[in-house]
């Protein structure tokens, strides 16, 4: 039979299971379009810009097992989505780019889209394919989500030039795609190193203080997390990403991170520690609070990409796989071993308190704006347990770090050390389209939705019951606090906006929340207008003048590692601060 290349775009992306694609349709991709309108198995979702068709993408692949797909222009498009690529890429999560191409069969000389995606995309890409024959189209695709979802997951690119969209050949027999994650996930066992299994399994047991710090791509084994962090009475702390990957209501879970940028409950419970089970987690940036923390000699690494280990700190075991096959065999071991958990009493007493104080010296915290604490102690109330929530990149999500445990596995995202500014609001979008029954929630500051905030307008038209909480203090607050501690701010005052007309402008409902005495109310109506399948936008009038823990170990830390002029610097702005303000 006779098939046009954009049909069989579209049979091999049905065929590997997309249900979204994501982007704006254009001259160079138009046939694709077509044919994904006439689809029953997919949606394609038009966006306002295609760096949000990334973000969405990369909410759909993190929370589903779907891949995040998008359909964009070349170019221009491109260049544009480059931040989502760049974000899903460091995130180490999957997804497919498609972008039609210039028309390869004429050969005009300087057509106006005719550049090397190829090389533009190279370094934040796992690889990068050019279609060059209607034959290859469908398998070319399918090598390319089997690249992306296969060892560390991350972006794949797939130019497919419009003439070959257009051209109708004869395809013969076509081929079905069979390869998945579960059967990748035992290739890599096959090659499991049982000696390091059993030398961390031995080390972990002789240690006094086992601790547990784990990252996004174990959420796969949070049952069998809890299982290991029970049996060894060891604490766990998660990276940013991480936090929904073990239950914030366990009594063992401390929080983001450990060491002089976390929350009490986790400075205090890995003070001791003289074993750390690392369990995918490149102690980066983010997660290792500017590098301010100290592992222990007796350091277990566990990663999919070799490439992590030693790389930040010297690991003594390193143990290269999936998470899944790792933490299940080294499990099976220690059970074998210690049947029986260790008695964990006084570290579960010692972690509640710790909790339990930090939020009351939060909510001790005097303002007439809305003092965070008391915002998400309502909110958690409010929120079933199954909630999904995106944050986006700032101060706001350092507060939601700390202040909002998450117990639904994979219920939280945010951008990781890519810093993908703009992330929440299309990704919030993005995971009530793949998860229509659940309530789904944002948290954004004022800064970031100036970036994306014209998505709200993608979710009026898709009727997506979801609440954008807008931080708004008129800064961007998480600049301004570094810059507070050794210099004037510089450039960090927003212009005026008027959310009310913005909302109004975009298809959204408003809530105004300017005080605590106002939570409750703004949190029931926005809520109720969730059940009309309309968007709301809950201005959060937020203060900001307490800093979180993760800011005050990021100065500490800075401070440290600064020259005697630095520290001068930094000392006499603290001294103006306290005689005359400012």
């Known amino acids: 039979m006779k098939r046009s290349g954009a049909w069989l775009t579209r049979y091999a992306l049905e065929n590997i299971g997309v249900t979204h694609t994501f982007g704006i349709p254009g001259e160079h991709n138009s046939e694709i379009y077509q044919q994904l309108e006439e689809s029953d198995l997919i949606t394609p979702c038009l966006v306002t810009h295609e760096a949000s068709a990334a973000y969405m993408a990369d909410a759909v692949s993190r929370t589903t097992d779907s891949i995040g797909t998008l359909m964009i222009v070349p170019a221009s498009g491109i260049t544009n989505a480059a931040s989502g690529i760049g974000e899903a890429y460091l995130a180490g999560t999957p997804m497919l780019i498609?972008?039609?191409?210039?028309?390869?069969?004429?050969?005009?000389?300087?057509?106006?889209?005719?550049?090397?995606?190829?090389a533009l995309l190279a370094p934040i890409t796992k690889d990068t394919f050019l279609i060059e024959h209607?034959?290859?189209?469908?398998?070319?695709?399918?090598e390319a989500y089997n690249t992306a979802i296969s060892g560390e997951p991350g972006p794949v690119f797939v130019e497919i030039p419009i003439n070959l969209q257009s051209s109708i050949e004869e395809t013969g027999e076509l081929p079905t795609c069979n390869t998945s994650q579960k059967e990748d996930q035992q290739n890599i066992s096959d090659t499991i190193d049982d000696q390091g299994i059993n030398q961390a399994a031995e080390i972990l047991l002789k240690a006094e203080n086992p601790c547990i710090f784990v990252g996004w791509g174990a959420?796969?084994?949070?049952?069998?997390?809890?299982?290991?962090?029970?049996?060894?009475?060891?604490?766990?702390?998660?990276?940013?990403?991480?936090?929904?990957?073990?239950?914030?209501?366990?009594?063992?879970h401390t929080g983001m991170g450990f060491g002089p940028c976390s929350v009490p409950a986790a400075q205090n419970a890995f003070e001791q520690c003289d074993c750390l089970l690392a369990i995918a987690t490149r102690f980066s940036e983010t997660s290792t609070g500017n590098f301010g923390i100290q592992p222990p000699e007796n350091l277990i690494h566990m990663d999919i990409n070799p490439e992590v280990f030693d790389t930040n700190y010297p690991a003594s075991i390193k143990l290269q796989g999936d998470a899944t096959v790792l933490v299940n065999a080294l499990l099976a071991k220690i059970t074998a071993l210690q049947p029986t958990p260790r008695n964990n009493e006084e570290l579960v007493k010692k972690i509640a308190a710790d909790k339990h104080g930090y939020l009351s010296q939060w909510r001790k915290h005097k303002t007439?704006?809305?003092?965070?604490?008391?915002?998400?102690?309502?909110?958690?109330?409010?929120?079933?347990?199954?909630?999904?929530?995106?944050?986006?990149?700032?101060?706001?999500?350092?507060?939601?770090?700390?202040l909002l445990p998450i117990n639904q596995v994979a219920g939280f995202i945010s951008p990781s050390d890519f810093n993908a500014a703009g992330f929440c609001v299309p990704a919030t979008n993005a995971l009530k389209?793949?998860?229509?029954?659940?309530?789904?929630?944002?948290?954004?500051?004022?800064?970031?939705?100036?970036?994306?905030?014209?998505?709200?307008?993608?979710?009026?038209?898709?009727q997506l019951g979801v609440i954008y909480f807008l931080f708004n203090d008129g800064e961007l607050?998480?600049?301004a606090q570094t810059q507070d501690s050794a210099f004037q701010h510089t450039c960090t005052k927003l212009g005026d906006a008027d959310w009310i007309a913005f909302s109004q402008a975009v298809g959204c409902e408003y809530v105004g929340l300017e005080d605590d005495d106002q939570i409750q109310t703004a949190l029931d109506t926005a809520f109720q207008l969730t059940l009309e399948n309309k968007p709301v936008l809950v201005d959060v009038h937020i203060d900001y003048s307490k800093?979180?823990?993760?800011?005050?170990?990021?100065?500490?830390?800075?401070?440290?590692?600064?020259?005697?002029?630095?520290?001068?610097?930094?000392?006499?702005?603290?001294?103006?601060?306290?005689?005359?303000?400012?």
């Open 134 to 142: 209607h034959s290859d189209i469908v398998t070319t695709i399918f």
């Open 477 to 479: 607050a998480q600049v």
């Open 547 to 582: 800093h979180t823990a993760f800011m005050e170990g990021v100065l500490k830390t800075k401070y440290k590692r600064s020259g005697t002029g630095t520290k001068a610097r930094y000392l006499a702005r603290a001294l103006t601060r306290k005689l005359i303000g400012g």
């Open 433 to 462: 389209l793949a998860h229509p029954g659940k309530t789904v929630i944002g948290i954004v500051g004022d800064g970031a939705m100036l970036m994306s905030g014209m998505e709200a307008i993608t979710a009026s038209k898709y």
């Open 368 to 402: 007439d704006r809305v003092n965070p604490a008391n915002f998400f102690t309502a909110l958690k109330k409010q929120l079933p347990t199954n909630a999904l929530v995106a944050c986006d990149d700032g101060n706001h999500t350092m507060l939601a770090a700390e």
């Open 98 to 118: 498609i972008t039609g191409g210039v028309d390869r069969a004429e050969k005009h000389y300087f057509q106006r889209q005719d550049i090397d995606h190829q």
């Open 219 to 252: 959420k796969n084994v949070y049952k069998q997390l809890q299982s290991l962090a029970s049996l060894l009475a060891a604490p766990v702390a998660t990276t940013l990403q991480g936090l929904s990957v073990f239950p914030g209501s366990h009594p063992l």
